[in-house]
């Protein structure tokens, strides 16, 4: 597996490989784009019967999830290259502003000036940090979807979270896959809040727009969500997330409340990219300005 992992990084660190990679997948994301506007061009939705409360305590617990995330990368960076944890969440919560940058230039370049790093440890950490919602989060939701439990579905959603985080963990540290480096999933308990603070407010989104079936549809948007993170390219997956989930949720729910998560959902993401990444660029400008 570690040889895997060696050739993966020498075909990205390929400028022009990567460059490719790039373009394919913001071209992706221009076609989901006109294909899932063609597809909803009819339909009129209204938004004046959301409240703004469940907005803003959906919005709170995605950026909870987001320091999460950005303190695990900041516990990846300091454990193996010794650089300080919160010079490393700022510049972290930097790149968020760098996520609709097309051709998903922004988020390592932005994080690269933190300093001169060694190429393949920060390729590592943002492979894992790619990667990992995929891994862990597309088995969790297809156990839950195709299985009918009794239990609350956040108890079983953290279950298999935390078997998955620590399977990853046993698995880096058996194949030694990082050269005896820590990996990104050394942070369990961290990454565990923060999947799960990111489910909580997806499904305050579903459950305000469908209160039946709303961890049904959470769970689909989890999936799309965590699948269209494969397309290296797309800012901030627009459209490919979003056709992903008409997909897979036309035979459930129609277009009008499909139409309506992808929207809220959006702006909560959007708004959290935003409160992170000018948190960080303050914090940035700050620290270069000394």
Not at 184 to 190: A, D, F, L, P
Not at 254 to 264: A, G, Q, T, W
Request: some cysteine; proline content about 2%; hydrophobic content about 50%.
């Amino acid at each position: 597996m570690k040889k895997l992992f060696n050739t993966i990084f020498e075909i990205f660190d390929n400028k022009m490989n990567f460059s490719y990679l790039k373009r394919l997948g913001l071209v992706i994301s221009l076609i989901s784009i006109i294909f899932i506007t063609t597809e909803f061009e009819d339909i009129n939705f209204d938004l004046s019967n959301l409240n703004i409360e469940f907005l803003i305590l959906s919005t709170f617990f995605m950026l909870l999830s987001y320091i999460m995330f950005g303190i695990a990368w900041a516990n990846y960076l300091n454990k193996n290259i010794n650089l300080e944890k919160k010079e490393s969440f700022n510049f972290w919560a930097y790149s968020n502003l760098g996520k609709y940058v097309p051709g998903f230039v922004g988020i390592p370049l932005l994080r690269i000036t933190q300093k001169e790093v060694k190429s393949k440890i920060m390729f590592f950490g943002l492979v894992e940090e790619q990667l990992i919602p995929v891994i862990i989060l597309v088995p969790t939701s297809l156990i839950l979807l195709n299985t009918n439990f009794s239990t609350n579905y956040f108890i079983l959603f953290s279950f298999f979270i935390v078997i998955l985080i620590k399977l990853m963990k046993s698995m880096f540290e058996k194949f030694n896959i990082l050269n005896g480096k820590n990996s990104y999933v050394t942070s369990i308990s961290i990454l565990f809040f923060g999947f799960l603070s990111q489910y909580i407010s997806i499904f305050l989104i579903c459950n305000e727009i469908v209160s039946q079936n709303a961890h049904k549809l959470a769970l689909l948007y989890t999936l799309s969500s965590s699948i269209a993170l494969i397309v290296i390219g797309s800012p901030s997956g627009i459209g490919v997330r979003e056709l992903i989930l008409l997909q897979i949720s036309k035979p459930i729910f129609n277009n009008e409340i499909l139409l309506l998560v992808m929207f809220v959902a959006r702006i909560v993401y959007l708004l959290s990219d935003s409160l992170t990444g000018i948190y960080g660029l303050i914090k940035v400008s700050i620290k270069k300005s000394n």
